[in-house]
């Protein structure tokens, strides 16, 4: 039975990189914050703390969205998918996931949800045809690296405030009064240092999602090529579709769109890199 270890302590490298940036990234934020909250005017502060709720708000009701679209698929319906999932959740000594199907043709897949409340994993319908059922096998195990791992409550608590900052100034700022304009523009700066920060811990958390994958599996190779098949099948998406699919969950396999925002990188590492790495992986093993 695979451990926490297992999937999460391959790359000691990775794993020091991850914990300087979950460090230094809500330091920043308390830091801006504290200086803003003791030096600044109090319409300022009025402006970020009113920034700041908002952005949670927008939050909550962007997962609530997520969480009630799809269709649950019982062991009846789909056994063969079942018995993938219900096999990796022994192997990483897991709860079994409810697994909901997304009726769209996009290729993608990502989990959501919490410890207590459950956990849910997406498969769209697109992904489902696209791969082969051993590739279907490595995303799985991909996005079950991720609960191991607790990536979203790690996310959520480094990357939350400064999200919510980012996307609260800027509806405040855009409302053309100078207090919202001004303390608006303070919320989205502060945010937006803490959103890069939580931007290049997603990147780090995916490689380490990719190795955990591998754990599971034992094959690369499969992840590699279910990466090549995604990211083909999202260039061939048409541009509407992937925009509609990207205010989602930040854990999706592959992003819905990988243009930047505001000046920010990806929240995925570059798909070479991923491939890369999981050859460099393959090559361990076959030497082993």
Not at 78 to 92: F, G, T
Not at 127 to 139: K, N, Q, S
Not at 215 to 238: F, I, N, Q, Y
Request: hydrophobic share 50%; glycine share 10%.
């Amino acid at each position: 039975m695979r451990t926490r270890g297992d999937l999460f302590g391959a790359d000691p490298g990775l794993m020091v990189r991850m914990a300087l940036v979950g460090l230094l990234t809500p330091l920043v934020v308390l830091a801006a914050l504290f200086l803003v909250m003791t030096s600044a005017p109090w319409e300022v502060r009025l402006v970020v703390v009113l920034a700041f709720s908002i952005g949670v708000c927008v939050a909550i009701r962007d997962r609530i969205a997520v969480s009630s679209r799809g269709t649950r698929l019982s062991v009846a319906d789909a056994p063969e998918l079942h018995a993938i999932v219900e096999r990796l959740c022994v192997q990483a000594d897991l709860p079994k996931p409810a697994v909901v199907l997304e009726h769209r043709a996009l290729p993608n897949s990502w989990i959501e949800g919490t410890h207590r409340g459950g956990y849910r994993l997406h498969l769209t319908q697109g992904l489902i045809d696209l791969l082969e059922p051993r590739e279907l096998e490595a995303v799985i195990a991909h996005e079950l690296a991720h609960v191991v791992n607790r990536d979203a409550a790690v996310m959520t608590v480094v990357g939350g405030p400064g999200e919510a900052l980012l996307q609260g100034g800027i509806r405040v700022a855009g409302q053309g009064w100078w207090p919202l304009m001004l303390g608006g523009a303070v919320a989205a700066m502060i945010g937006w240092a803490g959103t890069l920060g939580t931007r290049t811990l997603s990147r780090y958390r995916e490689f380490a999602a990719d190795a955990g994958a591998v754990a599971l599996t034992g094959s690369p190779a499969a992840l590699a090529a279910a990466l090549m098949k995604v990211s083909d099948g999202l260039v061939a998406t048409p541009k509407a579709d992937l925009r509609a699919a990207a205010a989602q969950d930040a854990f999706h396999l592959l992003p819905a769109l990988r243009e930047r925002s505001f000046g920010l990188p990806a929240t995925h590492p570059p798909l070479k890199a991923r491939i890369e790495r999981l050859e460099r992986i393959e090559r361990t093993l076959q030497r082993g």
